[in-house]
């Protein structure tokens, strides 16, 4: 007797939850949950947690869903038939990964003029510095495209100028994007209203700065802050990158992984949907693995990648290649190391 396929799911977000729901609807499918902590982040509460209108856990749900079974964990690699989760390797049918992007960072725990944040935790971490500013200005930075929920930086400005002007405070908000203008791949109306909003709640709008995204990490200010308007809080929308997870098989000069119109990606087996995924092409070939850009492949966290976020847990937690259980087996081609060097970030557009 065959057992049903075993689809992972990776990502607790929308998308990941969309495809368990869709999944869960079909008939002979088993499926599997990945998700750190079992936690499920619902990201445009971010705003009012910025602005300490919430805690960060008022958008934040333990992920229960009947006939799912929930891994608690990160997945830290995946091959056409395996997922790499806590060290070892899980034999799957099919992955369907919803990782969203990834954030750089921003500044160090010891800047005090800047802070970067772009998620519901990130921003509890640093409302009360916001929420400590008074008097001055305060610049809201978009360090480079794409990013996610383009209107979002437009909203975080205008509701601390409304908060300033509602306290009386002399408050000055600016937002800085390198955008000549704002959404302008979505036509000129949606840009028009943000802009007619911000000047409505007093946010000067300063279209076409461009930042350094490598100097925001060391904490550097961008320009305007070298004269007489200098910011007296720098709050950046991070630069964006794909997933380590699904790095190697994104376009060399987006974050975003392309798949065709199955959200097939040119790993045999593996799908990719939600943030982390380019708008599906119609039509579109996908070079099928093995006859794609490497004759192999594994896509997994990059020894070299410049968050040590991913770093760390890699070398703490090294899928093992055993044949013992049910669910952990060799990967293919065993001997490579599930931390292969050079998987580095692909970067998107400035
Ligand atoms: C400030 C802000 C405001 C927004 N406002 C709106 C709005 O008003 N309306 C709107 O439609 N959209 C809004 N968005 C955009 C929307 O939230 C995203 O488009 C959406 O969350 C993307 O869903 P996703 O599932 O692809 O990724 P995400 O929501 O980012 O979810 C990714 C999931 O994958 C998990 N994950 C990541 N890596 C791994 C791994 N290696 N292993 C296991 N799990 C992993 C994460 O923990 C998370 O659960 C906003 C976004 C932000 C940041």
Not at 43 to 68: E, F, M, N, S
Not at 200 to 221: I, M, N, Q, S, Y
Not at 264 to 272: I, L, W
Request: aromatic share 2%; with cysteine; charged share 20%.
């Amino acid at each position: 007797m065959t057992s049903a396929p075993l689809v992972a799911v990776v990502g607790a977000g929308p998308a990941g939850l969309a495809a368990v729901r869709r999944l869960r609807a079909s008939r002979g499918v088993r499926v599997v949950l990945v998700v750190p902590g079992g936690l499920s982040e619902y990201l445009p509460g971010t705003l009012a947690v910025a602005t300490g209108d919430a805690r960060a856990a008022r958008y934040r749900t333990r992920v229960q869903l009947a006939g799912v079974e929930v891994v608690s964990d990160r997945a830290e690699a995946v091959e056409p038939g395996a997922l790499g989760t806590a060290g070892s390797w899980r034999r799957v049918d099919a992955v369907i990964a919803a990782p969203g992007l990834a954030l750089h960072a921003v500044g160090s725990a010891t800047s005090r003029s800047i802070v970067g944040f772009w998620d519901p935790t990130g921003a509890e971490a640093v409302a009360p510095r916001i929420g400590a500013v008074e008097r001055g200005v305060v610049d809201v930075v978009i360090s480079s495209l794409p990013y996610r929920c383009p209107p979002a930086p437009y909203g975080l400005a205008m509701r601390l100028a409304r908060r300033a002007r509602r306290l009386g405070l002399p408050l000055h908000v600016r937002l800085l994007t390198p955008e000549q203008h704002p959404l302008a791949v979505l036509g000129r109306t949606l840009g028009d209203a943000l802009v007619a909003g911000c000047e409505d709640a007093g946010v000067e709008v300063r279209l076409g700065t461009l930042v350094d995204p490598d100097a925001l990490a060391e904490g550097k200010v961008p320009a305007p802050d070298n004269g007489p308007d200098a910011a007296d809080l720098t709050i950046v929308v991070p630069q964006h990158h794909a997933s380590p997870l699904v790095a190697d098989l994104a376009d060399a000069n987006s974050p975003l992984v392309p798949v065709d119109a199955r959200f097939a990606t040119e790993m045999a087996g593996v799908f990719v949907v939600g943030d982390a995924a380019a708008s599906p092409t119609p039509g579109r070939r996908i070079p099928p693995h093995g006859r794609g850009r490497s004759p192999r492949r594994q896509c997994c966290p990059s020894s070299a990648h410049p968050s040590s976020a991913w770093r760390a847990p890699m070398r703490r937690r090294r899928p093992r290649r055993t044949a013992s259980s049910t669910t952990a087996r060799a990967p293919t081609g065993a001997s490579r190391s599930p931390t292969p060097a050079g998987h580095h970030r692909k970067g998107g557009p400035p």
